[in-house]
């Protein structure tokens, strides 16, 4: 399947606490139409439709991970359907064999953690330069996340994708939780961070080219 990019992407949607159940099961919303987010971008109906059918035809349930990390799959999804409202998504935890999704189940009982989150890479778009819209019409998606709501933006793959758009660096705290939320685990991400991001920031300081830098942290987000 062709993507527009290899970068996955992220968007998050909240659940009501009457939606999570004693048995590990919940239901709520993985995306909403319609609605302009915090990235100027729009959700199309239809737009999960031929990744819907896929999930289906693999007979796979789709996984259910913890704030995006790969490494920390904590239940998956049955139902999966578009409506006139979004995305809607039937859900479990496997609260009895992982330790991770009884907390995830504590938590979002309590409403401590209250979010949704899709993971997909991008099919098909358009952009509307009047008013600066960018319409997602086929997604892939990946993965349904549960998620602290709201999440730290600064601290999502698309912050760092912007900050380097823009010709800058981001900072190593930034560039750790990048690489966590791309799936790396925590030790992992600081020493990818302290060793790498470190050492490019400190050529950049001492009279290093800054365009090195970037075209380096560019390179490693595309390979992802």
Same mark, same amino acid.
């Given at each position: ?52 059918? #896929? ?9 259910? &991970? ?16 578009? +409506? ?46 009047? +008013? ?7 997604? +892939? ?13 600064? #601290? ?8 380097? #758009? ?5 900072? &190593? ?27 490019? &920031? ?13 075209? #380096?942290?560019?390179?490693?987000? &595309?390979?992802?």
């Amino acid at each position: 399947m062709k993507h527009k990019n290899n970068v996955i992407q992220h968007k998050q949607f909240a659940f009501k606490t009457d939606a999570v159940n004693e048995d590990g099961t919940f239901s709520g919303y993985g995306s909403v139409f319609g609605n302009v987010d915090s990235y100027g971008e729009i959700v199309a109906p239809g737009a999960f439709k031929e990744s819907i059918a #896929a999930i289906k035809a693999s007979g796979d349930p789709l996984p259910a &991970l913890w704030q995006h990390r790969w490494a920390e799959p904590i239940g998956g999804y049955d139902v999966l359907e578009e +409506d006139e409202r979004g995305l809607k998504v039937e859900g479990w935890l496997l609260t009895g064999q992982i330790p991770r999704a009884a907390e995830a189940h504590a938590l979002m009982k309590r409403r401590v953690v209250k979010g949704l989150s899709i993971g997909y890479y991008v099919l098909e778009d358009s952009w509307n330069e009047k +008013d600066r819209i960018r319409t997602l019409t086929k997604l +892939d998606l990946q993965e349904i996340s549960i998620v602290t709501f709201p999440a730290n933006v600064e #601290a999502q793959v698309e912050s760092v994708k912007s900050i380097l #758009a823009q010709g800058n660096l981001p900072t &190593l705290s930034q560039f750790e939780d990048f690489l966590r939320e791309s799936g790396y685990s925590k030790s992992q991400a600081t020493i990818i961070a302290s060793k790498g991001l470190k050492e490019l &920031l400190s050529r950049s300081e001492s009279g290093g080219k800054k365009s090195d830098a970037l075209t #380096a942290l560019r390179n490693f987000q &595309l390979s992802k």
